[in-house]
Antibody, heavy 127, light 108 residues
Framework: QVQLVQSGAEVKKPGSSVKVSCKAS????????ISWVRQAPGQGLEFLGR????????FYAQKFQDRVTITADKSTGTAYMELTLLTSEDTAVYYC????????????????????WGQGTTVIVSS | SSELTQDPAVSVALGQTVTITCQGD??????ATWYQQKPGQAPLLIIF???NRPPGISDRFSGSVSGNTASLTITGAQAEDEADFYC???????????FGGGTKLTVL
């Protein structure tokens, strides 16, 4: 069973950048996607973007597309999320998650889910 | 539309049945996916597709949809079910990933 292991907590200054890693342990990325989601203290979940490692092309949420870069190294089974121009509002726990799209033929309806999550990486932005 | 709307909080008596709803136009195209999150933990996938549960998820959890409203039903709520529940789907164009604001479930 694949596990996603993320890098450790970070404390950053406003205006700087952070790069969080997410390594697939016990398996590979295969044809799955890797999504990045964050959660500010006491708040809900927020999608930043995703990548399908075997394809390499990332997709970014519109809110973050000028500041986020998501990459994946197939050889090491590791995905990365870099966020630039940090402000205090970027203080959050950042999660990576394995994701998959699907289509229910009988119901003619699509579905999308994240079934394996990393443990989360706390990023604190403070002067 | 690019939003999923959930009630902020719901409570249920121990052993009773509770339904958590999620409303959004994207749910006419995409099934809602449901996640449970307990304090200090990563979200846990509990319902995906029409009404599928990953291995190890209790059959007390079930999902359904009607029009633009998805529902998560917990039958015979237990104390350990107390958590935040989030619905999610892609937007109607299948591009962005949406999350509802979350529903805090209290088991009384």
């Amino acid at each position: 069973q694949v596990q996603l292991v993320q890098s450790g907590a970070e404390v950053k200054k406003p205006g700087s950048s952070v790069k969080v890693s997410c390594k697939a342990s016990g398996g590979t990325f295969s044809s799955y996607g890797i999504s990045w989601v964050r959660q500010a203290p006491g708040q809900g979940l927020e999608f930043l973007g995703r990548i399908i490692p075997i394809l390499g092309k990332p997709f970014y949420a519109q809110k973050f597309q000028d500041r986020v870069t998501i990459t994946a190294d197939k050889s090491t089974g590791t995905a990365y999320m870099e966020l630039t121009l940090l402000t205090s509002e970027d203080t959050a726990v950042y999660y990576c998650a394995r994701d998959q799209d699907g289509y229910n033929q009988e119901a003619q309806q699509y579905f999308y889910y994240m079934d394996v999550w990393g443990q989360g990486t706390t990023v604190i932005v403070s002067s | 539309s690019s939003e999923l709307t959930q009630d902020p909080a719901v409570s249920v008596a121990l052993g009773q049945t509770v339904t958590i709803t999620c409303q959004g136009d994207s749910l006419r195209t995409f099934y809602a996916t449901w996640y449970q999150q307990k304090p200090g933990q990563a979200p846990l996938l509990i319902i995906f597709d029409k009404n599928n549960r990953p291995p190890g998820i209790s059959d007390r959890f079930s999902g359904s949809v009607s029009g633009n409203t998805a529902s998560l039903t917990i039958t015979g709520a237990q104390a350990e079910d107390e958590a935040d529940f989030y619905c999610s789907s892609r937007d109607s164009r299948g591009e962005h990933v949406l999350f509802g604001g979350g529903t805090k479930l209290t088991v009384l």
